[in-house]
């Protein structure tokens, strides 16, 4: 508990609550080309809502969907599927509001907390605990009674003055997250910018690399090296540690250097090049360049929006549709790319690797911090920030 807190109900720190619509109320074809954004489970991962992969419906629709809006500042919490992903509608978002999925319910606090600060309790193991203490065991992950039960919850909350301290300290290092995220966006469009631009000979990737098929058994994956299609960032940002580890059967085994990308709904755009050995879910297609040296350069070709779109072309099923792996082959690139473009794509991933490790161990150390200051065994007013921001920079 956090020192010089006291334990509260959550009904009493939420002036609203609302569930997302049944899934009846939007349906395929209400999807427009812009409008008003609808949130899925890939827009949670993180302690804010991001904007990748949206779709859209129009103000007309939004509008009969009642309270089933997020607006910025507002809490977005799964309650069905990927449970426990508790998210923030950014002060600053693009947009001013959201629908929120059928799988989803929002809330919106009063005076007596910071929003951001009650995302940081949720995300913590104890908090994390509390929120899944009414996990149904059968069937798809649910909560029961999702709104109700989240009502009733307790969490310790400490002065308003001790709550935005401790935001400042975990957004410190959030910010160089951020920063460092942007960073090897950055470099990786070069990247692709400089793949594109080869102009040899155009051959189908099914020439130049083949899909891993090499299997190990399930209790060979762990936290640190697993990937899964939840796992797998929308919009070509990588990737984050697993939810969970699969509890039986096989999984693939990728090295170093090889591209996985996301077999389910290509349109979300999850691709990661590896920097690491590591095992991997069945609907993660790994593919392996034949020769190593253009490991990067296939990278940074099937990065482009124009390979998933070409995988969406082939793609099956409508509601989660699935790419054709013969077909994704077939996908034409230019051969022998020129020895500048090869060195110029090595150094730049090279150096995004450098950074994602660096954000690995600065969310290491923001999950190992936060929950020492969220207890008081650190004492949060005698964290200096500038120092903190010092050593970070």
């Known amino acids: ?39 899925n489970g890939s827009n949670l991962t993180g302690f804010e809502t991001n ?41 600053d978002s693009k947009y ?51 709104t109700s039960t989240f009502r009733k919850l307790s969490m310790p909350l400490p002065t308003f003055e001790k709550q935005a301290k401790i935001v400042q300290v975990i957004d410190t290092i959030q910010e160089k997250i951020k920063n460092n995220t942007k960073l090897n966006g950055y470099l990786e469009e070069q990247c692709e910018a400089v793949a594109n631009h080869e102009k040899g000979l155009a051959v189908e990737l099914s020439s130049l690399c083949d899909l891993v098929k090499v299997k190990a058994d399930y209790n060979e994956a762990d936290f640190d090296t697993y990937v899964s299609t939840e796992s797998l ?43 690491r050995t590591g095992t991997c879910s069945g609907d993660v297609l790994v593919f392996r360049a034949k020769q190593p040296e253009q490991s990067g350069y296939l990278y940074s070709c099937m990065r482009s929006d124009a390979f998933f779109d070409y995988v969406m072309k082939g793609a099956k099923g409508t509601k989660m549709p699935r790419g054709d792996k013969k077909q994704m082959l077939t996908y034409k690139v230019a051969s022998n790319p020129s020895g500048a473009t090869v060195d110029f794509i090595e150094s730049a991933l090279s150096q995004a690797s450098s950074s994602s490790k660096e954000n690995h161990r600065l969310a290491a150390l923001r999950d190992n911090l936060l929950p020492k200051l969220m207890s008081g065994e650190i004492d949060v007013s005698k964290v200096d920030l500038k120092q903190l921001n010092s050593h970070l920079g």
């Open 96 to 146: 001013p509001r959201y629908v929120i999925s059928q799988s989803q319910f929002r809330i919106r606090c009063n005076d007596k907390v910071l929003p951001k600060f009650f995302v940081y309790y949720f995300h913590t193991r104890e908090g994390q605990w509390r929120l899944l203490s009414n996990k149904t065991q059968t069937g798809v992950p649910a909560l029961g009674r999702p």
């Open 1 to 39: 508990m956090i020192a010089e807190s006291e334990e509260v109900c959550v009904e009493d720190l939420i002036d609203e609550i609302a569930m997302g619509p049944f899934g009846s109320n939007i349906k395929t074809d209400c999807f427009v080309n812009s409008g008003i954004p609808v949130f």
């Open 51 to 91: 904007d990748t992969a949206l779709r859209y419906v129009t103000p007309e629709k939004a509008n009969s969907l009642g309270n089933a809006l997020a607006s910025r500042g507002d809490i977005v919490i799964t309650h069905r599927g990927t449970l426990g992903q508790v998210a923030m509608v950014p002060y």
């Open 233 to 275: 960032l929308p919009g070509k940002k990588g990737r984050q540690a697993p939810s969970s580890l699969p509890q039986t059967g096989k999984v693939t085994v990728y090295k170093a250097g090889d591209i996985l990308v996301s077999n389910i709904r290509p349109y979300f755009k999850k691709i990661w090049y590896a920097d």
